[in-house]
């Protein structure tokens, strides 16, 4: 099975611009996470989507978004990017159901530098 | 609020000798999974270990094992016989409620 896929891997932004990334989940896994990634911050919930809806989100301004389409894939937006922005993106994916499911598979990441 | 603390930032062992990474959280759930990860430098983070709260037996997958106190809320990692692929940031992590939540991360370094 190909594992989770994140494009793209490395983007450059400037400050105000707005930024969409992707992550294909493993097949059959239908739900999917995205995480911040930052020195000292370890990893900080941005949202999940199950079934193409959003089911848990965390602390995070309404600048970031996201949606899961009918092939489980998934996108997430970043508006009016900040310099605090810059960060790891990570994606991870679930069965979310029976023994396995709270297994969870990460993508590569893509590395987000706002300037 | 579930938080998770990893109390060492960084940490170094001799390879093949072993090492104890620490791991405390906090929640008032009864049902959880904890887990740990390991993402090498420039590296895609993986799975190393994963134990439910309603088992006792702590879990051993090859040379990682984990020390689970419950009452403690405690989540140790143990890396015996280390290798120099084991350099790594290891993460604890627990999951309740549908969500996953991460401490902050140990580096550890593997010395030849």
């Known amino acids: 099975k190909a594992g989770v896929t994140q494009t793209p891997r490395y983007l450059i932004k400037t400050r105000g611009q707005q930024v969409t990334l992707s992550c294909s989940p493993i097949?059959?896994?239908?739900?999917v996470s995205w995480y911040q990634q930052t020195p000292g911050q370890g990893l900080q919930f941005l949202f999940e989507?199950?079934?193409?809806?959003?089911?848990n989100k965390g602390n995070f301004p309404g600048r970031f978004s996201g949606r899961q389409f009918s092939n489980s894939r998934s996108e997430m937006n970043v508006s009016t990017l900040e310099l605090g922005d810059s960060a790891l993106y990570l994606c991870?994916?679930?069965?979310?159901?029976?023994?396995?499911?709270?297994?969870?598979?990460f993508g590569p990441g893509t590395r987000l530098t706002v300037t | 609020a579930q938080t998770v603390t990893q109390s060492q930032p960084e940490m170094s062992v001799q390879e093949a000798e072993t090492v104890t990474l620490s791991c405390t959280y906090d929640?008032?759930?009864?049902?959880?999974?904890l887990f740990w990860y390991k993402q090498p430098p420039s590296r895609q983070m993986i799975l190393v270990i994963r134990?439910?709260?309603?088992?006792?037996q702590n879990a051993t997958e090859n040379r990682f094992s984990v020390n689970f106190q419950k009452a403690a809320k405690s989540f140790s990692l143990k890396i015996s016989d280390s290798q120099l692929g084991d350099t790594a940031m290891y993460f604890c992590?627990?999951?309740?409620?549908?969500?996953?939540?991460f401490g902050t991360g140990t580096s550890l370094t593997v010395i030849p």
């Open positions: 991870a994916s679930s069965l979310a159901s029976g023994a396995s499911s709270y297994e969870q598979y």
């Open positions: 097949s059959g896994h239908r739900s």
């Open positions: 989507y199950f079934s193409e809806t959003q089911r």
């Open positions: 929640t008032s759930e009864s049902n959880y999974y």
């Open positions: 134990q439910e709260a309603y088992k006792q």
């Open positions: 992590a627990f999951h309740t409620g549908n969500q996953f939540y």
